[in-house]
């Protein structure tokens, strides 16, 4: 009786905590529970389409029910599983990789953390109440202005709500690594990793407040009967192309580069080499997001913008793939003579290699305006971006997530089902996406929801659906893996012989990270203290008291109040009576903030004592 | 030898010269002010794209050259660019350690904003009901509330944010955990005026000559 009396308590303490924290690395967690069981989500649309295209004029489900399928799919990917689980690696490894003992705004990002799962919620809850939105992930006005029902009105409040939470983690990250660096670890000291966090930063502050402004207008449009996209009062709808790839194709940039850290940690690390080309790595990566920035319109080449303007578009796209290859170049050369290691997480990075470049050439290919015409809206582009997406951005998240374990969750995943998990992984991507080339080049649209018997489309339509099963096989056994090693040995502080500051501090770290901030003599601060010194980091100020922030429900809270507001949003063009949940939700919301804002918090400080017994039992 | 902390830092006997960025806390404040600034640029650059592209979209409707009086304008830019003079003041007096007159000029910052608030309330009321110039009766009209009402909520909330700082410090003085606070308003204050000087010269100065 008692022992469970203290197991239920402990239970509901746990959940408090996590719901309270504000600590980078529990967020983290928060962020890839989060983000995971989004992907199974998107993982599940995703089968359900490639089902219903399994076979010629199939009717597995409806058309209606198709288009919702690929839109929530794209967005469901996107915006709630691949973008919160690489801001959970950010959240977990890039405080450590400076030596800070925590973000600049942990307030700020565990309402980041909230405002992305509850819009997240809000999205899909459409399911249960008549309808997801079905116009595409990109929802142009052209359609969405037209789409019935209110499935739009469910993405618009979602990704409003999701979205800004993703702006403030850009804000806190950038904050973070300006001000809080350890000392000695300045900026061409800094891991590449804790780079493309940083650019990668910039680009969300920049790129998405034009998504902000063109949901609110497709919400004004939709839901209060303005015109911005109503062409009888002189509305436009081309600007909401416009706006949607001044920030998506900057998105896809925020999707790839931290995966381009990833993978330059691991093959350094696995390699026994330093990075090979460490400024030309910083510098690329830089001019890839400024370049981002200028290339939005290669994806309305036939919008009709004129020759001038899509020739311009079109060396400007093509320019992007110099700095890729030279980090593509640098990645090979820092593997060339060294000694090197294959294991699960490096397994991810080589393959990443011949799949990112494939994309990268037909995405060269697709840059060719002329050529496009015949490409665009093709299963060709899908093609494309699925091996620039999965072959990067998700072998990256597998990369980081078997290389980062261990410092994240204190246990090391198992190297057979670690091995297990990638081969059918890596060879469902090209059997579901080469063919996919092939059938957009013989003519097969995107977002058809059927296609005809004999046109040459059946095999490769087959082999398409039968690659995405193994796929789907890759990604249970890493379930498995994951329950598999909770059970196995503890993590030791270092298991891969690293090279950055995040390995000097014991699997998982310790709340305040570090109890002196440590002391940077270099790039790669570990390797060298254990090359030249006693491996272990000299510390850059003397044992005292450590700083903590407070713990607070209030994140959690304001964002149950603007997901509240969000239905409002979306029901009060059928009933005024939602007008009170509209302001109500508002409301409460703004009242915490007043809150927030009113009640003084200076956080707490961790006693010398504390932080001088936990030294000493590391040092058993 | 185990003492608690008291936090007893933040309130030090003599100020140091730059309160506002004296603590790690106040040094982040001041950076992320200013890279939220930067996104909000962003936002308001898409508005004014926006705007640009609509602006002689009026739907047989009124047109800026018809709507827009360059007076009531020229007493809104007045206050609004004094409004930002006077936290420059209050900045001034925080620095120096002088609460009351840096409450002085905070409070005047703020009626300043007020009154521009009012003008703008006016001159919109004026619109719909002498020309029926509304939200939704042209694009024009959806993209020209669209920007400049933004813009007017950013007054509103920095009201608003001012409203509670001065209520919640009034009877404490000034420390480390306050002073990046007003610092951080009157950052964000003056980035409303200059939008308000982009608004001034795009929407109406354009819209009255172009
Ligand atoms: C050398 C690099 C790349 C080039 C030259 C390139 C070029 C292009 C072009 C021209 C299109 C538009 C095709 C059309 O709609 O007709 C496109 C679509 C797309 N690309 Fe790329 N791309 C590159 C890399 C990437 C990367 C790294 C990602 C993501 C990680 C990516 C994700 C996408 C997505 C998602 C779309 C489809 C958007 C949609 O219509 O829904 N691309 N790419
Ligand atoms: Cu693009």
Known sequence: ?620 | MAQVHDHSELFPEVMPPEPEKATLEGKNKFFGIWFFLGGETVLFASLFGVYLALKNSTAGGPSSQELFGLGLVFIMTMLLLTSSLTSVYAMYHMRNNDFKKMYLWLGITGLLGIGFLACEIYEFAHYITDYGFTFRSSAFGSAFYALVGFHGGHVLFGICWLTTLLIRNAKRGLNLYNAPKFNTFSIYWHFIDVVWVFIFSVVYLMGKVG
């Open chain 1, 1 to 620: 009786m008692a022992t469970t009396a203290a197991a239920k308590r402990s239970f509901w303490e746990f959940i408090w905590d996590y719901l309270t924290t504000v600590d980078h690395k529990k967020i983290a967690h928060l962020y890839l529970a989060g983000g995971g069981f989004f992907f199974i989500l998107g993982g599940i649309e995703a089968l359900i389409i490639r089902i219903q295209l399994i076979k010629p004029e199939n009717d597995f489900i409806s058309a209606g029910f198709y288009n919702e399928m690929i839109t929530m799919h794209g967005t469901t990917m996107i915006f709630l599983a691949a973008m919160p689980i690489i801001v959970g690696l950010m959240n977990a490894i890039m405080p450590l990789q400076i030596g800070a003992r925590d973000v600049a705004f942990p307030f700020l990002n565990a309402l980041s953390f909230w405002l992305f799962f509850f819009g997240g919620l809000l999205l899909n809850l459409s399911f249960l109440f008549g309808g997801a939105p079905d116009a595409g992930w990109t929802s142009y006005a052209s359609l969405s202005m037209d789409s019935s029902g209110h499935g739009i009105d469910y993405y618009i409040a979602g990704l409003q709500i999701a979205g800004a939470g993703t702006l403030m983690t850009g804000i806190n990250f950038i904050a973070t690594i300006v001000t809080m660096r350890a000392p000695g670890m300045t900026y061409m000291r800094m891991p590449l990793f804790t780079w493309t966090t940083f650019v990668t930063s910039v680009l969300i502050l920049f790129a998405f407040p034009p998504l902000t402004i063109n949901l609110f207008l497709l919400m004004f449009d939709r839901m209060f009967g303005t015109a911005f996209f109503n062409v009888a009062l002189g509305g436009n709808q081309v600007i909401y192309q416009h706006l949607f790839w001044i920030f998506g194709h900057p998105e896809v940039y925020i999707l790839i580069l931290p995966m381009f850290g990833v993978f330059s940690e691991i093959f350094a690390t696995f390699s026994r080499k330093r990075l090979f080309g460490y400024t030309a790595m910083v510098f690329a990566t830089m001019l890839i997001a400024f370049l981002g920035f200028m290339v939005w319109a290669h994806h309305m080449f036939t919008v009709g913008l004129g020759p001038v303007a899509n020739a311009i578009f079109a060396v400007g796209t093509m320019a992007i793939a110099v700095p890729t290859g030279i980090k593509i170049f640098n990645w090979l050369l820092t593997m060339w003579g060294g000694q090197v290691t294959i294991n699960s997480a490096m397994l991810w990075a080589l393959g990443f290699i011949p799949t990112f470049t494939i994309g990268g050439m037909t995405g060269v290919m697709l840059g060719s305006n002329v050529a496009d015409y015949q490409y665009h809206d093709s299963y060709f582009v899908v093609g494309h971006f699925h091996y620039v997406i999965v072959g990067g951005s998700v072998f990256g998240i597998f990369a980081a997530l078997h290389y980062w374990w261990p410092k994240m969750f204190g246990r090391v995943l198992n190297e057979t089902l670690g091995k297990l998990t990638f081969w059918p992984f890596f060879i469902g991507v090209h059997l579901t996406f080469f063919v996919q080339h092939l059938l957009g080049l013989m003519g097969m649209p995107r977002r058809y929801w059927v296609f005809l018997e004999d046109q040459s489309l059946d095999l490769g339509n087959l082999i398409s659906t039968i690659g995405a099963f193994l796929m789907g096989v890759g990604a249970i056994i890493f379930v498995i893996n994951i329950i598999v090693s909770a059970f196995g040995e503890k993590a030791a502080a270092d298991p891969w012989d690293g090279r950055t500051l995040e390995w000097a501090v014991s699997s998982p770290a310790p709340y305040y990270n570090f109890a002196q901030l440590p002391l940077v003599r270099g790039l790669d601060p570990l390797w060298i203290e254990k090359m030249e010194g006693n491996g272990k980091i000299p510390a850059a100020e003397p044992l005292g008291d450590v700083h903590m922030p407070n713990g607070s429900i209030i994140p959690f809270l304001m964002s149950i109040g603007f997901f509240i507001s969000g239905f409002g949003f979306i029901y009060q063009t059928d009933n005024v009576y939602w007008y009170l949940a509209l302001y109500g939700g508002l409301a409460f919301s703004i009242a915490l903030m007043i809150i927030r804002s009113v009640k003084d918090d200076y956080g707490y400080y961790i006693p010398k004592e504390e932080l001088e017994k936990a030294l000493e039992g590391e040092a058993k």
